[in-house]
T-cell receptor, first 114, second 112 residues
């Protein structure tokens, strides 16, 4: 069990560019979550999928952020027209999907927008 | 949606003493309360959790308490060791989904 795999681990992008982050959940896990971590805001929920269907995207900034889960083995988080305030560690987590199951986090993708 | 408050944000204790972190939540429907430990440069990892049908749970030196009436829960680390130094997050989720709302985190430093 390799755990949740996130790529890239680090990404530096220029202001206005697009950034795509990838997540491979643990095999057999039906729920995938995206969180954003910054020193100021802590761990912020962005969105989550269950059985590939989007369930809750209440934490997603509406205009520039989008997430997809085209198949059970990967999810992507895309940020268009990146801004310096998007700089953060983006964490993907997966779980068995039902209430009270442990969330297993990936190592995160550190995004720096210059 | 749910909101979780966590205090203190910074905690320094002497090795061998106890450390306590307190959290409160707003949604009375929340029924699952995990605690995660995050070491520098690493991902958060579950260390202990408690469900709403319990008031107390202990795993070795970790004790969690849940007061549903007051909507508060807490983590107590007894006999702290330098290896306990890390960031700790509390979280809450409501039945029916596994979406966790996290507290702001506590940086624990155990002084040898």
């Amino acid at each position: 069990n390799a755990g949740v795999i996130q790529t890239p681990r680090h990404k530096v992008t220029g202001k206005g560019q697009e950034a795509t982050l990838w997540c491979e959940p643990i095999s057999g896990h039906s729920a995938v979550f995206w969180y954003r971590q910054t020193i100021v805001q802590g761990l912020e929920f962005l969105t989550y999928f269950r059985n590939q269907a989007p369930i809750d995207d209440s934490g997603m900034p509406k205009e520039r952020f989008s997430a997809q889960m085209p198949n059970q083995s990967h999810s992507t988080l895309k940020i268009q027209s990146t801004q310096p305030q998007d700089s953060a560690v983006y964490l993907c987590a997966s779980s068995l999907g039902t209430s009270g199951n442990t969330l297993y986090f990936g190592e995160g993708s550190r995004l720096i927008v210059v | 949606g749910e909101q979780v408050e966590q205090l203190p944000s910074i905690l320094r204790v002497q090795e061998g003493s106890s450390a306590s972190i307190n959290c409160s939540y707003e949604d009375s429907a929340s029924n699952y309360f995990p605690w995660y430990k995050q070491e520098p440069g690493e991902n958060p990892k579950l260390i202990i959790d408690i469900r709403s049908n319990m008031e107390r749970k202990q795993i070795q030196e970790l004790i969690v308490l849940l007061d549903k009436k007051a909507k508060r829960f807490s983590l107590h680390i007894t006999d702290t060791q330098p290896g306990d130094s890390a960031m700790y997050f509390c979280a809450a989720s409501t039945g029916g989904n596994n979406k966790l709302t996290f507290g702001q985190g506590t940086v624990l430093s155990v002084i040898p």
